[in-house]
Structure formats: structure tokens, C-alpha cells
Nanobody, 123 residues
Framework: QVQLVESGGGLVQAGGSLRLSCSAS????????MGWFRQAPGKEREFVAD????????NYADSVKGRFTISRDNAKNTVYLQMNSLKPEDTAVYFC????????????????WGQGTQVTVSS
């Protein structure tokens, strides 16, 4: 069974930083585009960022552009989300996802999902 495991979430004050990791197993990682999504309390899950198979960023949500950076290390089967200048509205459960085709902002395009990691930003 393909497995994606997120880590790195936690509590942080506004203006701080966190680095999320998503480790993949039982799939050929380099053949998958990867994405990050999040779901805030009382809201639907939304797109955050995605990255191509080669490691070049494809898209960022407007709400995180300039603050978040997605990257990947195919040798480690890991995708990262560096989050800087965090705001209380960034509070959410963050999910990574794997896509056998091209990067997408649409969650239905993704084949596999992690369990999520909680990020809480206090004011």
C-alpha cells in the first residue's frame, strides 16, 4: 500500500516558521507530481502548492504566495513545505498528496493522500 506520512506540524506564533515534510513509500516517487493542501476549521480543503516530478514548483495559492515554498528531494522520497511569516489564518490540517500525472490544484486529480499534520498559528 502506498503511504504518505506528513510531519513537522505544531504550534507557532504569528510571524514564525515551520517546515513540513511528507515522506512517501511504496511508490516510484520521482514519477509523481506532489501537492500540499490544507483544511482550516469550518472550511473545505483547499490547494496550497504543487511541484513537478523534476522538482520545479508549478503553482501556489494566492494566499501563501511569497511566504511558502514547496520543494522535493527525490533521493529521499520526500516533499517539503517551508512556511514563513505564518499567520493565524494559516491554521489548518495540512495534507500532502501524490499525483501520477501533472501537478494540479484539483484534489480529485491526486491518487494518494497522507493523514495530515496540524499547524496552529497563534496571534
Amino acid at each position: 500500500q502506498v503511504q504518505l506520512v506528513e510531519s513537522g506540524g505544531g504550534l507557532v506564533q504569528a510571524g514564525g516558521s515551520l517546515r513540513l515534510s511528507c515522506s512517501a513509500s511504496r511508490l516510484t516517487f520521482s514519477q509523481y507530481a506532489m501537492g500540499w493542501f490544507r483544511q482550516a476549521p469550518g472550511k473545505e480543503r483547499e490547494f496550497v502548492a504543487d511541484i513537478t516530478r523534476s522538482g520545479l514548483p508549478a503553482n501556489y495559492a494566492d494566499s501563501v504566495k511569497g511566504r511558502f515554498t514547496i520543494s522535493r528531494d527525490n533521493a529521499k522520497n520526500t516533499v517539503y513545505l517551508q512556511m514563513n511569516s505564518l499567520k493565524p489564518e494559516d491554521t489548518a490540517v495540512y495534507f500532502c498528496a501524490a499525483n501520477r500525472h501533472i501537478p494540479s490544484r484539483i484534489e480529485s486529480a491526486y491518487d494518494y493522500w497522507g493523514q495530515g499534520t496540524q499547524v496552529t498559528v497563534s496571534s
